[in-house]
């Protein structure tokens, strides 16, 4: 393994990003500030001669990938050159991250470097240490002052990383306090040192530039610019991405240590907590296991009873997913077009007959549609037996208690390590990426760009038109050059234009290279074109820490109805949907439902009209014939009331607001997904009849659950016995 290419070029990178890091300012004062005597030399000093003969030990966190990204090689460097340069107070390092791979492995344990692939070892500290936390990752800083809460513990330690500060002020609006008990206890006695930004003057150094110029790849593609304005231009814009970065030490005395176990008992049991919790919707989240465990799902009551509604919605959707035409071309495709079906065969051969498949940023289901209808999709794909698929798995950064219970439901598994995309493919690998930045497809690319890995791979995104930044063009390259190695695309174009869910212009996207020697082709991007890049985009991955907390609460305090109900991209909160509310000001609501009873043999239709007061303008039911399903009689009873909006004059100069049970029947008629064929007909006219309205009065279109539209629901069944239509 140390004779591979792969090893020999990081090494070679980690060799020059040591010599780089020696003349940077972060390093520098890094370096003077712990060596010299005054406050925070001593502070040091004074950890490790309390544990004289032991030295200070370097634990780093959520390092990334030293093979594919700068920002990751610049920090283990940094912590190299403190641990040669200053031997009296560090003797080892300690690399905890589960997404290491086996070449950036032994070329760690060639730099004399202890690696756990995992985030969470045991976080209980047994001697002097410093923790180097690149990210603000408050829930690994919490677990990491749960396993070391005493005062004994914890002033051994020192963290390095983001300033603790700002942190702290963003976490009162993000997390739930039950999550960051520790982090808010311990605050007030948090000594903070800053050091200053992590690239601060690099690009000012002209020695510095020089050497990123002078090293890099032979290439036969021009080399990138190298003028003076490009430096000055990285400088800006680097440093100012980059988070201020500061030395923190806990400073406790016993009389303090008591005020803060009074906040936080350190005997506090693990079924206290979880009790604690309850009510509040939590999950158990360890950072460094590799897969949430939805066992240690803690959910409250209203999140118990909103589980089964989301799953129903989900199966609501694979059928009107599996129902649409563009869907039913799309399956055809795949199950009859020969340069298909030999390409699928080519990817599993005879020994690997399984595919798994991966789902990278779909958004919440309990917050998006878009995101049930990509779910949905991707369930389809095993369901209806396109792939062989043995896994399904997901990453999302932003999810909810319920999303977790309902993925587990549908037997996913969800990541609770954010890759970046760095993935390295070992067996056949469906990315399924609909709404992916593309630094992250970059990402996939770079980390598979090898003939074993591409010719195992089919990439699933959405189609970026013109839209890239120039910033990402050094990420896009990977894509570029593998344009000429994909022989055969298959296009899923299911959504209306004036739709944005999502699954218009997907792509199938299958490669197969035989050239070993086809990098040759990759566009040549010098060091510090790269470096610019890299941290660029490292800059994002502080969004892309796992958060399981407020986004409910989130979303239920910014919803605006009068904003969001217009054209259903957001599902409305679960308290607009569980309860009927008074119209929103300047609009009359209409609420209809079409209502089934096969076992007693009776169908029927009805519906309300009320002002923005609350006060009854006007009903209608009617029956309807038993062999109707439900979806039409819905599209019925809509179709009748909107006839009467006209009718009647109902809205006189107020704008009117659409509210039913039918989940798909308000998809269809908002226009957010396109109906079946045997329905089309009846959606068409609706749209036509809101199209008429909408040149009095705009409409929108809202869900709410059955018991919100209960006085529709009884209007219906007494119209299933009425002889025709009656309006009062």
Not at 137 to 147: H, K, N, R, T, V
Not at 556 to 567: G, L
Request: hydrophobic share 40%; aromatic share 12%.
């Amino acid at each position: 393994m140390e004779d591979t290419p792969e090893y020999l070029e990081i090494l070679k990178n980690m060799m020059f990003c040591m010599r780089f890091v020696e003349r940077t300012e972060i390093y520098k004062k890094l370096y003077n500030s712990l060596r010299d005597d005054r406050l925070l030399g001593k502070k040091i000093k004074e950890i490790v001669r309390r544990n004289h003969p032991r030295k200070m030990k370097i634990v780093i966190y959520n390092l990334g990938s030293i093979q594919f990204a700068w920002p990751p090689k610049f920090r283990l460097s940094l912590c190299l050159l403190l641990r040669k340069t200053l031997p009296t107070i560090f003797d080892q390092i300690d690399i905890a991250d589960p997404t290491i791979n086996t070449y950036e492995l032994n070329v760690m344990v060639n730099l004399e470097c202890s690696v756990f692939l995992s985030n969470a070892p045991d976080r209980k500290i047994d001697g002097p240490t410093m923790i180097y936390m690149p990210y603000a990752d408050p829930i690994l800083f919490e677990s990491l002052l749960e396993a070391n809460w005493s005062p004994l513990s914890l002033c051994q330690i020192v963290v390095f990383g983001s300033s603790y500060l700002p942190m702290m002020r963003d976490l009162q609006l993000k997390k739930s306090q039950q999550r960051i008990r520790r982090l808010t206890a311990i605050k007030d006695f948090v000594m903070q040192f800053n050091m200053c930004r992590e690239l601060k003057g690099v690009f000012e150094d002209e020695e510095i530039a020089g050497r990123f110029e002078n090293f890099g790849e032979i290439s036969e593609s021009p080399a990138s610019d190298t003028s003076p304005s490009k430096w000055i231009n990285y400088q800006q814009t680097i440093v100012e991405h980059c988070p201020m970065l500061a030395l923190h030490f806990f400073n406790l005395t016993l009389k303090e240590w008591i005020r803060v176990a009074a906040l936080l008992p350190d005997d506090t049991s693990v079924e206290e907590i979880q009790s604690e919790s309850r009510g509040r919707g939590d999950v158990g989240v360890c950072p460094g296991d590799w897969y949430l465990d939805p066992h240690n799902l803690v959910l409250e009551r209203r999140d118990e009873l909103e589980v089964p509604r989301v799953r129903e919605e989900l199966v609501i959707t694979m059928e009107e997913l599996r129902e649409s035409e563009a869907y039913k071309r799309f399956y055809f495709v795949m199950k009859n077009d020969p340069a298909v079906i030999m390409n699928i065969s080519r990817i599993l051969d005879t020994t690997k007959m399984l595919i798994n498949l991966v789902i990278y940023q779909i958004g919440s289901l309990e917050v998006m549609h878009s995101s049930q209808y990509d779910l949905a999709f991707a369930l389809l794909l095993k369901k209806d037996s396109i792939f062989p698929i043995a896994e399904i798995e997901v990453f999302n950064p932003l999810m909810t208690p319920v999303d977790i219970k309902v993925y587990s439901d549908f037997n996913i598994r969800i990541l609770s390590v954010n890759e970046r995309g760095r993935r390295m493919i070992e067996m056949p690998t469906i990315f399924f990426c609909p709404r992916i930045h593309y630094w992250l497809v970059g990402n996939i690319f770079q980390s598979n760009f090898s003939e074993f890995r591409l010719n195992q791979m089919i990439f699933v995104c959405a189609d970026a038109k013109e839209s890239w930044m120039a910033l990402l063009y050094e990420r896009l390259r990977y894509i570029w050059t593998l344009e000429r190695y994909r022989i055969k695309q298959v296009y899923v174009d299911i959504s209306p234009p004036s739709s944005s869910i999502g699954i218009e212009g997907l792509k199938f996207n299958f490669y197969h290279v035989e050239d070993n020697n086809f990098k040759r082709f990759l566009p040549h991007y010098s060091p510090a074109d790269c470096f610019f890049c890299d941290y660029i985009m490292d800059s994002f991955h502080q969004e892309g820490l796992l958060v399981i907390d407020n986004l409910r609460i989130t979303h239920e305090t910014r919803y605006n109805p009068r904003i969001q109900d217009k054209n259903m991209l957001l599902r409305r909160p679960v308290s607009y949907m569980k309860r009927w509310r008074l119209p929103n000001e300047g609009f009359v609501k209409l609420n209809f439902h079409g209502y089934i009873d096969k076992g007693g043999g009776l169908a029927g239709f009805g519906g309300t009209f009320h002002a923005e007061k609350g006060e009854l303008l006007l009903s209608y039911a009617g029956p309807l014939n038993l062999n109707t399903d439900f979806n039409t009689a819905s599209l019925k009873s809509l179709k009748e009331g909107l006839k009467l909006v006209e009718e009647f004059s109902l809205l006189q100069s107020r704008k009117l607001e659409i509210e039913g049970d039918a989940l798909s029947v308000l998809r269809w008629t908002s226009r957010l997904f396109p109906p079946p064929e045997r329905l089309s007909k009846e959606v068409g006219e609706i749209e036509d009849l809101v199209d008429t309205i909408g040149t009095i009065g705009s409409c929108s279109f809202s869900h709410l659950y059955r018991e919100g539209n209960s006085m529709a629901i009884e209007i219906a069944k007494r119209g299933a016995k009425l002889p025709d239509l009656c309006i009062w």
